[in-house]
């Protein structure tokens, strides 16, 4: 069964640091796709980065990178230069064709706090 | 924005009590969602739809229904709410394919008492 897993509950980063966010999944799909989306404490959701699995290159939207091992599994979110406002839960999610088309699961999350 | 609205955004009920929840999306996407968001849980996916009248159950099915008469609407039921089904829940859309990112609305804070 496809699954979602983010191992990490709660990080610490400093200002201007860079972070990654583990994202680890399964499934028997040879297409899907994967996603980060950030939930600020305001809680509404933002889609933040996209990669698709046949991607040969790793995704990049502004200071948000994918880091995508497909052996592995894993599509590790990484921040650059971490800023206040970066401080969220975040949360990974997957696509694949389920029994009626394309449904998408996510993963329980980890909050980042962003230390000044 | 995807133009989604999620109806209503508060309600407290009584347990044993049925519960209708509204998404209303206006950008005709073919797809629609409800999701149970609780700490320690993340997004749990209720029931989907992939359209009018098609829909299939998600991994957290068991005391709720869905139904889709229109491409703009996908109603979430509670048939007798229980208070393990206190949570906020979140519609969410998106045009289809792989790429496609899901846009989400706002939320519905939902408790039973």
């Known amino acids: 069964a496809q699954k979602i897993t983010q191992t990490q509950p709660g990080m610490f980063v400093q200002e201007k640091e860079a972070v990654t966010l583990d994202c680890t999944y399964d499934?028997?799909?040879?297409?899907?796709?994967l996603f980060w989306y950030k939930q600020p404490s305001s809680g509404e959701m933002i889609f933040l980065i996209y990669q698709g699995s046949y991607d040969e290159q790793n995704a990049t939207e502004g200071r948000y990178s994918l880091n995508f091992q497909k052996a592995r599994k894993s599509a590790n979110l990484v921040i650059s230069a971490s800023q206040l406002g970066d401080s969220a839960m975040y949360f990974c999610a997957m696509r694949e064709v389920g029994t009626g088309g394309f449904k998408t699961i996510f993963g329980a999350g980890t909050r980042l706090f962003v230390k000044a | 924005d995807a133009g989604i609205t999620q109806s209503p955004r508060h309600k407290v009920t009584e347990t044993g009590t049925p519960v209708t929840l509204r998404c209303h999306q206006t950008?005709?996407?073919?797809?629609m969602y409800w999701y149970r968001q609780d700490p320690g849980h993340g997004l749990r996916l209720i029931h989907y739809s992939y359209g009018v009248k098609d829909t299939d159950k998600g991994e957290v099915s068991d005391g709720y229904s869905v139904s889709r008469s229109k491409t703009e609407d996908f109603l979430l039921t509670l048939e007798s709410a229980t208070s393990s089904q206190t949570s906020v829940y979140f519609c969410a859309t998106t045009g289809g394919g792989p790429g496609n990112e899901q846009f989400f609305g706002p939320g519905t804070r939902l408790t039973v008492l």
């Open positions: 499934t028997s799909d040879q297409s899907y796709g």
């Open positions: 950008e005709n996407h073919r797809y």
